[in-house]
T-cell receptor, first 112, second 114 residues
Framework: GQQVMQIPQYQHVQEGEDFTTYCNSS?????IQWYKQRPGGHPVFLIQ?????EVKKQKRLTFQFGEAKKNSSLHITATQTTDVGTYFC????????????FGTGTLLAVQP | EAGVTQFPSHSVIEKGQTVTLRCDPI?????LYWYRRVMGKEIKFLLH????????ESGMPNNRFLAERTGGTYSTLKVQPAELEDSGVYFC????????????FGQGTRLTVV
């Protein structure tokens, strides 16, 4: 079935260091989304990427969609303790069902 | 507008009992998804409704799980009889494709089967 892999599963950084999580799909995606889930919270939408090679920025967060539309990355510059949480990519697999499938997630811990 | 609401927020039941979770999506959102997250792991797809129709229930673990969405509004997910491995956080999400594909999540129901 459809599966979206993310690496790493866990990342521990010192506050101020950068962080990157990578998302890979075995099939070409029509678009990809990123969500953040704080500890004890629920997933919250961050952004959607649609175009091949697209790059979008939100303050210290940079999102990229691969040229082949099979991979994506999220980069956080100069992490802060408020960045703590699990970051998920998610992809809609189209056809008859338009099923939203989540990646395996990357848990980010930031040490002050 | 009101967000996605789920009830109850927590439920602790004994193995063999029945539990029903409820999700009220955002009004006008035809697409409703159920997901489960176990022990801080991946967010696993359970099923997808479009209005009152089940579009995809390939993620439902077994026939102890029954989801309904009567009238295409709120949805229920019933687990009967519950087993220990059913413990986890059950999330509901709704999407309105006519505008965009952002999924709005409820706060989740934390189910503990003891």
């Amino acid at each position: 079935g459809q599966q979206v892999m993310q690496i790493p599963q866990y990342q521990h950084v010192q506050e101020g260091e950068d962080f990157t999580t990578y998302c890979n799909s075995s099939t070409t995606l029509s678009n990809i989304q990123w969500y953040k889930q704080r500890p004890g919270g629920h997933p919250v939408f961050l952004i959607q990427l649609v175009k091949s090679g697209e790059v979008k920025k939100q303050k210290r967060l940079t999102f990229q969609f691969g040229e082949a539309k099979k991979n994506s990355s999220l980069h956080i510059t100069a992490t802060q303790t408020t960045d703590v949480g699990t970051y998920f990519c998610a992809a809609i697999y189209g056809g008859a069902t338009n099923k939203l499938i989540f990646g395996t997630g990357t848990l980010l811990a930031v040490q002050p | 507008e009101a967000g996605v609401t789920q009830f109850p927020s927590h439920s602790v039941i004994e193995k063999g009992q029945t539990v029903t979770l409820r999700c009220d999506p955002i009004s006008g959102h035809d697409n409703l998804y159920w997901y489960r997250r176990v022990m801080g792991k991946e967010i696993k797809f359970l099923l997808h409704f479009v209005k009152e129709s089940k579009q995809d229930e390939s993620g439902m673990p077994n026939n102890r799980f029954l989801a309904e969405r009567t009238g295409g509004t709120y949805s229920t997910l019933k687990v009967q009889p519950a087993e220990l491995e059913d413990s986890g956080v059950y999330f509901c999400a709704s999407i309105r494709y006519s505008l965009n594909t952002e999924a709005f999540f409820g706060q989740g129901t934390r189910l503990t089967v003891v």
